[in-house]
């Protein structure tokens, strides 16, 4: 029988309780220790330095609490502490910290690519590669298109986000802070038009129709025969989290398929339960050839991996694939009990409940404010755990960032730390732990909602 997350306990009391002064001396003191050594183009959200944290609460230095509803940017999806993580942590670092994968292999890193072949969608034979980070992974997914397909374009979207190295940027789409003087960057990487619901010209097109649109582009621009792959997050991340309309998906999808395009999936943010569902594309029923996976996938130990089709994997020469520390031990032992921890608790439909529970209240405060005469939120969209509030001047569709900004620092003083993203700098994203409690969520978003309404 399935646990429930309500059977969790927590090492910290989860409330929040925050000082009037903080940031407080001993961060401070670390944040004049960090000037002097630390690289300033290397920036943080939040001015208070961490001790301890497990659920839904982060401790700083200060003794200060705070409600996370970031999860270190959805990795923390299973809590900071998860005792199955903790656990399996310890039990491989007592054993050996590193051999190399590709020097003297061992089982957890297999154990980690049955799982992952396990549970992404489709019954297709399938392999999997682990490395380090997400834009590590989407860099060797494109390595492997490439290869397998014999051609070089790769096709990105608007508002997309794939990493910060040299390729990653390329395919991303926002310059700052993420591309700006970087160049320049690898070639072959062609932007296409993205189905973004709210702020589309025309508000009736449909997702297929959309896709067309995207589809004749890459046609005209590029030619079909040319593309080795189209790359897109089912749900995109910095870039919004702008949801599809539905059947855009499944029209990219079905054409790639067509064309002999390799169709990958970046779930590197959307991935393992995040959306209510173990993969984003899962709500369509899409199959990708690859996917791109990292972030939730071992509670905070730095991991990630492309899993997919067999036949494209296998294509590449001995060699051709690997790294250093890629499928490290000790993060592939994280990564078995994260996933376990995912499994007993239903942490998708945990998700689930956080979505049903987050949205009614937003939707609430959606209709205040406008009954009021302050419509500033203009959408409210996104999936499971994995949610967005866009904010845009009263009355219009004109972006908000610096309301944006306000409610930030608004939460923060009180002590809940949320996220911001989008092209326009304008949308509030809510990415709390799946293990948070009832009433710790109610409590942020009350800060929230009150934040919203002094600065509106």
Known sequence: MTATASEITFRLEQKRRVQADFPGPKSLALAERRKAVVAAGVASGVPVYVADADGGIIHDVDGNSFIDLGSGIAVTSVGASDPAVVGAVKEAVEHFTHTCFMVTPYEGYVAVAEQLNRLTPGDHEKRTVLFNSGAEAVENAIKVARLATGRDAVV????????????????????????TNFGPFAPEVYRMPMSYPYREENPEITGAEAAKRAITMIEKQIGGDQVAAIIIEPIQGEGGFIVPAEGFLPALAAWAKEKGIVFIADEVQSGFCRTGEWFAVNHEGVIPDIMTLAKGIAGGMP?????GRADLLDAVHPGGLGGTYGGNPVACAAALASIGTMEEYDLA??????????????????EELAGAGTAVIGDIRGRGAML???????????????????????????GVIILTCGTYGNVIRLLPPLVITDDLLNDGLEVLAAAIKANA
């Open 388 to 414: 967005a509030i866009e904010l845009v001047q009263a009355g219009s569709k004109e972006p908000n960032p610096e309301l944006t900004k306000a409610v930030a620092a608004a939460c923060l003083k009180e």
């Open 156 to 179: 990105a979207f608007d508002h997309a986000y794939h990493g910060r190295t040299n390729l990653t940027m390329a395919l991303t789409a926002k310059a700052m802070p993420y591309k």
């Open 349 to 366: 439909g945990r998700a689930r409940h956080i979505e049903a529970l987050a949205t009614t209240r937003l939707r609430d405060l959606q």
């Open 303 to 307: 991991l990630s991996a492309i899993t």
